[in-house]
């Protein structure tokens, strides 16, 4: 669930980021961007100093985190923006949680579980004692209440949860999930955002009265949202983490502009800041009392192609494209050397992701073989659906313009605002864009089906790719076990997919923070996602 940043000589200084929200695709991971510049230190003002107890141990403190972009709803069954995943996932918990690394899950709500012989079902075993924000108990008619509230969803989440068949309850704190058909991804999904565990029957209030003051088992409760500004959330006396939360807020504060973010931080009104331009990074560095961190992250950002528009349908055309984009360049010049050449749709830190499928990289001589075997091979005109005022978005354009030119391809570059890009590209309404992808599980199916099998929803990343061998490879992995076949079906998926051209895969981003070096214990996950009941000043 946003974009990357620059200050190279083709990039337009001081262009901001704007808010950006997408459904499934286009998550707000607002890794920020514009040209930082030296700011004075202000004051420090604003923020609340923890107590030490008589043991020398902080307790307290209220955190606040600066960032590009608000949240957009709290209902976790609709809404794909990280801004509003990254706050509701601190309130609704999951019966199992993503592990540090990205690659499995650990329990959480649920104390064990356990996948049944014939792969068709899973047990799980709910914690004792566990409360929700307002005292009720958690048991397991809350939990498939809430799975099964994500999984009737029209137009959300409701892909994640489309294998499952049913949940049941044998007893308060035991619950089964069912499938219509084995299912890999199982486990993983269940740790999606969108499966969070909320009161059955919204705590008796209506769907839309829940979410407007939400109620979950986490570390920290609602408090306030003042829209375009903040949101404040507060501790959970009563967490089932013993000695958790250390804070008593975590507030998410809107600051637009790059360097009134950094000035915040410096100055102490702020203590993390969320999206720190990658042009700063290496003053932040140098600024005393100030710690800069680049998470491994699951974003990709990608080249889409509309096939059902001409000439993208032709295989050749899109592999001339993809191997016009000079992406060591984009890296250096966008990145500032902050990340890497992307070789697969799928990211390092995603598991079955494989190294060795090399994609398709730059190489002007083969993109201008692959012209003339086009159906178009003298060139054609297209246009470039771009979003205004982002400057990595208009980096990215400009720089491929200037290489299609050279395989006679015009590109004209159409500037619309951010909800109209993603609403355009979403219906198909565009030709040719720049895009990316975040994930929100520790398993490749959430990614891969959305990509490559139209009928989950997406449209195939929105480029309308419909391969039948592929999509059969696709629901063979779904439903395979066996981890080293798993890995086999996926490398070569990844092959295929490179192969086809079906996206020009651009580049992968890790997530850059700065924060006080006051602050212990803060760890963004490869979703994004962070613990605040870690956390701590």
Not at 77 to 99: D, G, K, R
Request: aromatic residues 10%; proline residues 6%; hydrophobic residues 40%.
């Amino acid at each position: 669930m946003s974009d990357l940043n620059p200050s190279a000589p083709q990039v337009p200084a001081g262009l901001r980021v704007p808010a950006i929200s997408r459904r499934r695709m286009l998550q707000l991971s607002a890794l920020g961007v514009g040209v930082f510049s030296a700011a004075p230190l202000l004051a420090a003002c604003g923020s609340t100093a923890p107590q030490i107890s008589a043991g020398g141990t902080k307790k307290g403190g209220d955190l606040v985190i600066v960032r590009a972009n608000d949240s957009v709803d709290m209902d976790k069954t609709t809404v794909f923006s990280n801004a509003s995943i990254w706050v509701y996932q601190q309130m609704f918990e999951t019966l199992v949680a993503m592990t540090d690394d990205g690659q499995g899950v650990k329990p959480w709500l649920a104390e064990s579980y356990e996948m049944s012989a014939d792969n068709l079902s899973c047990t799980l075993k709910l914690r004792s004692g566990v409360k929700f924000h307002n005292g009720q108990p958690l048991t397991s008619a809350d939990v498939k209440f809430s799975i099964d509230e994500s999984s009737k969803t029209k137009g959300g989440w409701e892909f994640i949860n489309s294998a499952i068949k049913e949940v049941t309850t044998p007893d308060d704190l035991t619950v089964v999930v069912t499938t219509k058909y084995p299912w890999a991804p199982l486990l993983a999904d269940l740790s999606c955002p969108n499966n969070g565990i909320i009161p059955k029957d919204y705590a008796g209030k209506s769907s839309k009265e829940f979410y407007a003051a939400p109620i979950g088992t986490g570390a920290f409760m609602w408090d306030t949202w003042k829209k375009g500004d903040f949101i404040r959330l507060k501790k959970n006396p009563s967490y089932w983490q013993a000695g958790k939360p250390a804070l008593d807020t975590v507030t998410w504060k809107v600051v637009t502009d790059d360097n009134a973010r950094a000035i915040q931080l410096q100055g102490g009104q702020a203590q993390i800041n969320e999206n720190p331009p990658f042009s700063s990074l290496a003053q932040l560095k140098n600024t005393p009392n100030v710690k800069v961190d680049l998470f491994p992250s699951t974003r990709t950002d990608y080249i889409l192609m509309n096939q059902t528009k001409t000439p993208y349908a032709d295989v050749h055309v899109r592999r001339a494209i993809s191997y016009a984009i000079d992406r060591a360049a984009l890296v250096k010049n966008i990145l500032f050397e902050n990340g890497a050449v992307a070789n697969s749709f799928m990211m390092p830190s995603t598991p079955y992701y494989d190294k060795n499928t090399p994609g398709i990289q730059y190489d002007m001589d083969k993109a201008r073989a692959e012209m003339k075997l086009s159906s178009v091979p003298g060139g054609f005109k297209t246009t470039f659906l771009a979003i205004s005022g982002d400057s990595v978005d208009s980096a990215i354009a400009q720089v491929l313009q200037a290489s299609l030119k050279e395989l006679g391809i015009t590109m004209n570059i159409q500037n619309v605002d951010a909800s109209a890009q993603h609403d355009m590209t979403t219906k198909l309404q565009y030709e040719i864009a720049h895009s990316y992808w975040t994930m929100d599980l520790a398993d490749p199916d959430e990614l891969v089906q959305y990509a490559l099998d139209p009928t989950s929803g997406g449209h195939s990343f929105n480029t309308g790719y419909d391969d039948k061998d592929l999509i059969k490879l696709v629901h063979d992995a779904q439903k395979e076990f066996d981890k080293t076949k798993r890995q086999a079906l996926y490398t070569e998926i990844q092959k295929q997919a490179a192969d086809s051209a079906f996206l020009a895969f651009l580049f992968y981003t890790p997530f850059p923070y700065s924060q006080s070096s006051g602050v212990k214990n803060f760890k963004v996950l490869p979703t994004g996602s962070y613990h605040m009941e870690d956390v701590s000043l």
